[in-house]
């Protein structure tokens, strides 16, 4: 690959050519043309223009805090690749090739992060590359229609699987793996655990799936790449990466790689081509910057290395901080979901009087504005660090050090709760009403005190609740387990005689309004 390292007596550093690479690229598409390129916003003001205020981001590889940073070679690549136009299936065949020359694997395609890649190689291991099968999805009749899951291997991700109709065979053991592979089974999908471990763990599943002729497919999002893949030497014939997290390519991009034949049904399903996957299309720029990042990665990057850098930045962080008295700082291995140190922030609260989310507000409500981990009403968060730009690691320690050493000495007592109002115990008839649409569910409330307990029954769903009750006024949250997902409710409301009503937090989904009636009532 051709280096962006800077040459004796040019004058171009990488960044030089990272930064000009576009005017370069749009030249050469111009026939070398000097008409100059129309204004750019640069910098925030791409987000501050219209009101949104970028942070620190010491929240790692979060999707919704727009994942690491992109190297600035992957950057290059896609804004250079804007400017011209190729056949996304003559690129994707030479894109795999390239993959599997340097993750010796037999193929790789990009795919639109993991999750894509987890629905393409789900439906790949149902159809195959036979067109009218692809065209009835995510209609399974006729089809196989199951994928075995480890129960530890199940989480929110599990969507990207069900997206296709399949149903979830949970499993715990290798006799249970065993009982449940049927003429029905599509599949089975394994958490990946290179960096920790489990009970089901791959190296039990594999020699009962490759008896019995079913694929295995690895959901190894938060991972980095490993050569020879460790999975497939275990017995893995899919796996499944994100690209926006430590391999730092583009955020919208991921890797699925593999069985040769697998790998070509997974593309086949997938866009541009008219299938179940066609929604979940990667672009040109995509293809191209995933693959940089993974030649980048190969050829420059030394995790390691990064390792150290970040503990430095830890150990900086916690020659600061811990100035205050009560203030600790510890930092943790790398682990399955964040195979990357991290360091724990902790205080105790008879000298430091501040909660974890109190902390977390002040940081993110300051300027510069910091993203953390810090939330509820605990006394500790972790800061990882693969978002962290050199030298902001100084300015969340000075803030961290300030909000402490400001803090009340210790946490002001809460006042005691007045005597409940009402006796809620008993069944509830609610109604949910969202943004769109409402659901009706059901609260089973016992009262001990200001205590509450019981359990939710909701449209699907059910779980068990806590709460209590102040006077008249009602907290209650629970927890409702949707296959892979844990759906939180937090209620809060006013009780009025045999009715309560007031707002309901739904976590990621935002916010609704609730009314509940004592059931008979």
């Given amino acids: 690959m051709k280096s962006f390292s800077k040459k004796p007596g040019s004058g171009l550093s990488r960044r030089d050519a990272f930064r000009t690479g576009g005017m370069l690229a749009a030249a050469a598409a111009a026939g070398g043309s000097s008409q100059a390129a129309p204004a750019k ?11 949104v205020r970028p942070f620190i981001n010491c929240t790692a590889t979060l999707t919704i805090n727009g994942g690491s940073q992109m190297l600035p070679e992957v950057i290059s690549t896609i804004e250079q690749a804007s400017h011209f136009h190729v056949n996304l299936d003559e690129l994707m065949d030479k894109v795999s090739e390239r993959l599997a020359e340097l993750l010796q694997v037999e193929r790789g395609i990009v795919t639109a992060g993991t999750a894509a890649g987890l629905t393409h190689g789900t439906a790949a291991c149902i159809v195959g590359t036979d067109p009218e099968k692809m065209q009835m999805l995510p209609r399974l009749d006729g089809l196989k229609n199951e994928v075995i899951m480890p129960r530890e291997s199940r989480n929110a991700y599990d969507h990207a699987v069900r997206t296709l109709g399949v149903k979830i065979i949970e499993v715990n053991s290798p006799q249970e793996l065993q009982a449940a592979i049927s003429p029905h089974t599509a599949m089975i999908e394994v958490l990946g655990q290179h960096f920790g471990g489990a009970k089901l763990d791959l190296k039990d599943v594999a020699p009962i799936a490759k008896k019995a002729g079913i694929p295995i497919l690895v959901d190894a999002a938060a991972d980095y790449l490993i050569v020879p893949n460790p999975y497939i030497a275990l017995g893995a014939d899919l796996v499944a990466y994100s690209g926006g997290k430590i391999i730092r390519g583009p955020q919208t991009a991921g890797l699925l790689v593999g069985r040769r034949d697998l790998i070509r049904a997974a593309w086949a399903n997938s866009a541009p081509h008219h299938a179940f996957g066609r929604a979940l299309k990667v672009s040109k720029e995509e293809i191209v910057g995933m693959l940089r990042a993974v030649e980048t990665w190969r050829a420059e990057r030394d995790i390691q290395a990064d390792f150290r850098e970040w503990e430095s930045w830890y150990a900086s962080i916690t020659e600061q901080i811990t100035k205050v008295s009560g203030v600790r700082a510890e930092v943790r291995p790398p682990a399955r979901g964040g195979p990357f140190p991290t360091l724990n922030v902790s205080w105790d609260v008879d000298k430091v009087g501040l909660t974890a989310g109190e902390v977390g507000r002040m940081l993110l409500d300051g300027e510069p504005r910091i993203m953390t981990h810090a939330e509820g009403e605990g006394h500790a968060f972790l800061i990882r660090p693969v978002a962290l730009k050199p030298g902001e690691h100084k300015v969340v320690s000075q803030r961290l050090y300030e909000i402490f050493r400001s803090a009340p000495a210790s946490r002001k007592a809460k006042p005691a709760p007045a005597a409940p109002a009402f006796d809620v115990s008993g069944t509830w008839d609610v109604t949910i009403q969202y943004d769109v649409g409402s659901a009706n569910h059901k609260l089973f409330l016992v009262a001990k005190g200001n205590q509450l307990s019981g ?17 008249d006024r009602v907290e209650l949250r629970s927890g409702l387990q949707a296959e892979g997902t844990h759906l939180t409710y ?32």
């Fill in 490 to 521: 937090a209620f809060a409301g006013t009780v009025a005689g045999d009715s309560i009503s007031g707002t309901v937090g739904l976590g990621e989904y935002g916010k609704a309004r609730w009314v509940a009636r004592r059931h008979g009532a």
């Fill in 41 to 51: 916003v640069s910098g925030a003001d791409v987000y501050t223009r219209i009101g």
């Fill in 455 to 471: 359990s939710h029954a909701g449209w699907a769903y059910q779980g068990d609740l806590r709460g209590k009750i102040d006077g």
